[in-house]
Nanobody, 125 residues
Framework: QVQLVESGGGLVQAGDSLRLSCAAS????????MGWFRQAPGKEREFVAAISWNGGTTFYVDSVKGRFTISRDNAKNTVYLQMNSLKPEDTAVYYC??????????????????WGQGTQVTVSS
C-alpha cells in the first residue's frame, strides 16, 4: 500500500511557475513508476506526466511538453512536478499517482494503482 500526499498548489498568474510535490509513504516507493494527472471542472481526468522508478524515463502529454518537468527523489520518497509558463488552461486539480504503467514512447498503458487526494492549481489570465 502506498499513500500519497500532494502539496504546492495555489493561485498564480499566467506565465508564473509552481512546483508540486507528492510525498509517498511506504518503503516500496522506489519500486513504482510515478505520475501526475489533472482534472479540470467538467472534464475527465487526464494524464500529465510520468517517470520511471529510477527517473531514467519520462513521458509528457503534448500540451505540457517544454513547460513541465517531472522528477523524483527516491531518498525522500517524493515526486515533483515543476510547472513553468503556466496558462489558464492548466487550471485543474492535480493528482499524484503511483504505479503508473507507461511507455516512454506512447504514454500510459494501464491502470494506476494508487492515487493522492489532489491539489488545486488555478492560473488566472
Amino acid at each position: 500500500q502506498v499513500q500519497l500526499v500532494e502539496s504546492g498548489g495555489g493561485l498564480v498568474q499566467a506565465g508564473d511557475s509552481l512546483r508540486l510535490s507528492c510525498a509517498a509513504s511506504g518503503r516500496a516507493f522506489r519500486d513504482y513508476s510515478m505520475g501526475w494527472f489533472r482534472q479540470a471542472p467538467g472534464k475527465e481526468r487526464e494524464f500529465v506526466a510520468a517517470i520511471s522508478w529510477n527517473g531514467g524515463t519520462t513521458f509528457y502529454v503534448d500540451s505540457v511538453k517544454g513547460r513541465f518537468t517531472i522528477s523524483r527523489d527516491n531518498a525522500k520518497n517524493t515526486v515533483y512536478l515543476q510547472m513553468n509558463s503556466l496558462k489558464p488552461e492548466d487550471t485543474a486539480v492535480y493528482y499524484c499517482a503511483a504505479g503508473v504503467p507507461f511507455s516512454g514512447l506512447t504514454g500510459v498503458i494501464g491502470s494506476v494503482r494508487f492515487w493522492g487526494q489532489g491539489t488545486q492549481v488555478t492560473v488566472s489570465s
